[in-house]
């Protein structure tokens, strides 16, 4: 089990080596309610689950939250009725630390193991001396070494054979370095690669660890102008992987496209994500803002990186975190990749009548507008205890003006049936407004949202498409724009393409 956690946050992974299976558990708590509530994020395989707490209940959600059906049920629980795992020593150690802080001799704390199970047990933890402690639940008892904060140290099962080992994690050398020296011990160029990739850490605003890749051209001779690649809503690693297409990796392609062409580039993994500390669907789209503000900083402090000429390009809502991030930040250049013009909750109800239409052989149209009316009202009822789906649907581009006047480009497939290819003509006239900011747009026939070959563009049919390949010719149109924006012209050869504002 490998654990990290925050005074608001635990994040815990298990491997389970009979079932061949890796879960993971990140608990979040409110620190300023009074009452800590908490919510999980539960994940195993391509399954995941979200569970929040309210006074009396417990609310669980299973599926994409934005655009189609989620499941939401809701279980009458204790007050105080917290996560549990019977092979998560992190979990038990959660309640010693509760029982430790309480301060009495015994503590009962009720526990649940959602989703595989509603059954609602107790965990009762009894000091036996003034280092160690003993745990009951219904599966048996452990006798814990505790140090004086709390921590479990150690223990056993006696009965059960079971132990229980405590490690100290031991971060990768790019944790703690610099900047300047943060670099994986592999980093070094091929012929297969012509280019260093250095694994490194970026903390955030907050103190979050954000793990990431940063791609750069071999020699130190002269500084490199510099991309920080943005992804969408959700948690989702630095490539921009898809779990259903293990070959689509975006973000993979587009850093070794623009490092081959002499650009530094730098991809993160979202908060909860992959190597990433933090915890999933805790980031709003302001946090998101200041985590990729936190980047830019960190590309800044670079000794081999141009300041001066640094670049973002956002996929999905990441155009928009781009878009924000840039204010006060003084860019060099934006790419937008299939961006929203609309606000949270008018892109899921677009996506929901896409989703209610393609089945309209099963409806009649009574029962479509019923079923999206339900929809709708599944959705606003999960915001209602969820903050992060609250503050998506609640984000609107149309009401912000951005002051920057960083060079745009929007790019966007017209096979796109998750954000309508409406959308980039609409939020290129928000960006044109009353300033003189150079904006583009590039339509690609035959390309899905995201950026692959399609002739339907239906996300449910994304797997069986013969390739996942990105688009050579879209790569190929950013990687030009940010050749031109970002090398060393004079000012005024910007200004002299009029070209730029007409749409392809």
Do not use: C
């Amino acid at each position: 089990e490998h654990v990290q956690s925050a005074p608001t946050w635990l994040d815990t992974e298990l491997l389970l080596p009979r079932r061949n299976e890796r879960q993971r558990i990140v608990v979040q708590r409110d620190a300023h309610n009074e009452s800590n509530l908490e919510r999980w994020d539960i994940a195993r395989g391509r399954e995941h689950w979200r569970v929040f707490s309210t006074a009396d209940s417990l609310y669980v959600t299973n599926g994409d939250m934005i655009g189609v059906p989620v499941t939401m049920h809701a279980l009458a629980a204790p007050p105080g009725t917290r996560a549990w795992h019977d092979a998560s020593t992190a979990l038990l150690e959660q309640r010693v630390l509760a029982w430790h802080h309480d301060g009495r001799n015994t503590l009962r704390a009720p526990v649940v193991a959602l989703p595989w199970s509603e059954n609602i047990r107790d965990v009762t933890i009894t000091a036996l001396g003034a280092d160690s402690a003993l745990a009951r639940t219904t599966d048996g008892e452990w006798r814990l070494a505790v140090d004086v904060t709390g921590h479990v140290l150690g223990g056993a099962a006696p009965g059960r054979r079971l132990r229980i080992e405590r490690f100290a994690w031991q971060p990768d050398s790019a944790a703690t370095a610099s900047p300047a020296t943060a670099a994986s011990p592999a980093a070094t160029a091929s012929p297969a690669r012509p280019y260093i990739a250095d694994d490194i850490i970026v903390i955030a605003h907050d103190g979050v660890s954000l793990a990431g890749t940063f791609t750069r051209p071999p020699g130190t001779a002269q500084k490199s102008p510099a991309v920080l690649l943005i992804s969408g809503a959700g948690p989702q690693d630095r490539n921009l992987s898809v779990p259903a297409l293990p070959n689509y990796r975006l973000f993979e392609a587009l850093a070794d496209t623009l490092t081959r062409r002499g650009f530094a580039v730098l991809r993160l993994d979202d908060r909860g994500a992959a190597r990433s500390g933090g915890v999933a669907y805790s980031a709003t789209p302001a946090d998101e803002v200041l985590d990729a503000r936190a980047a830019i900083h960190w590309l800044r402090a670079r000794p081999d990186v141009r300041a001066d000429r640094i670049a973002l390009v956002g996929h999905s809502d990441g155009g928009l975190t781009a878009l924000d991030a840039a204010e006060r930040n003084d860019v060099s250049s934006l790419v937008l990749l299939g961006a929203p013009a609309r606000s949270g909750r008018e892109l899921a109800r677009e996506q929901r009548r896409v989703y209610v239409t393609d089945r309209a052989q099963k409806f009649s149209k009574i029962e479509r507008e019923q079923l999206l009316a339900q929809l709708e009202r599944d959705a606003e009822r999960v915001a209602r205890v969820d903050p992060w789906l609250r503050a998506w649907l609640a984000h609107d581009p149309s009401a912000r003006e951005w002051t920057h006047d960083a060079p745009t480009l929007l790019v966007h497939g017209l096979r796109d049936r998750q954000v309508d290819p409406v959308h980039a003509r609409e939020l290129s006239r928000l960006l044109r407004g009353e300033s003189s900011r150079i904006v583009a747009v590039h339509m690609e026939p035959g390309v899905n949202h995201l950026l692959v070959a399609d002739t339907l563009g239906d996300p449910r049919g994304y797997a069986s498409l013969r390739s996942h390949a990105p688009v050579k010719r879209v790569l190929g149109v950013i990687t030009e724009w940010l050749i031109t924006h970002l090398a060393d012209a004079p000012d005024e050869q910007q200004s002299a393409q009029p070209s730029a504002r007409r749409e392809r």
